[in-house]
């Protein structure tokens, strides 16, 4: 092989590298979590985000719900305690840190989350980013 077909071979094999890269950059870009704030509020002196969720973050939220009975097969709340519930678990999935812009709460914090006043508080914010009525919320 000729040191110039040698230097082509590289070249070429250089340029394909360098796109597969480029395109796998775009992908990470587009797959990152990177969630958009829907409104940042203060909870008792704690800015927290509210961010939009996913379509995935949605269906985990109601698959999670119908399994504790939360939630029945018409996404409605399963009575007041359903609806109470259901608006604990949006809290962890749209609730961010501001700073970390990691969320807050896990789904263990549910049952906690329920005796803190501040959740009814912001039941409006939590339920409109997730498209759901606060009434709906409190199985009304």
Not at 115 to 138: G, I, P, Q, T, Y
């Amino acid at each position: 092989m000729s040191l110039s077909r040698g230097a082509t071979a590289l070249h070429s094999v250089t340029s394909d590298t360098a796109a597969q890269e480029h395109r796998m950059s775009n992908k990470h870009k587009l797959l990152a979590k990177n969630r958009k704030v829907a409104k940042t509020i203060e909870i008792d002196g704690v800015k927290v985000d509210i961010i939009k969720p996913t379509m995935g973050d949605r269906l985990s939220l109601i698959e999670q719900a119908r399994q504790a009975g939360d939630m029945n097969e018409k996404n409605e709340p399963t009575g007041e305690r359903g609806g109470a519930r259901l608006l604990a678990r949006i809290a962890v999935c749209v609730i961010h840190d501001s700073e970390t812009k990691h969320p807050m709460f896990s789904v263990n914090d549910v049952d906690e989350l329920l005796h803190e006043s501040w959740l009814e508080e912001f039941a409006a914010d939590l339920s409109e980013v997730f498209n759901v009525s606060a009434e709906k919320m409190r199985g009304k």
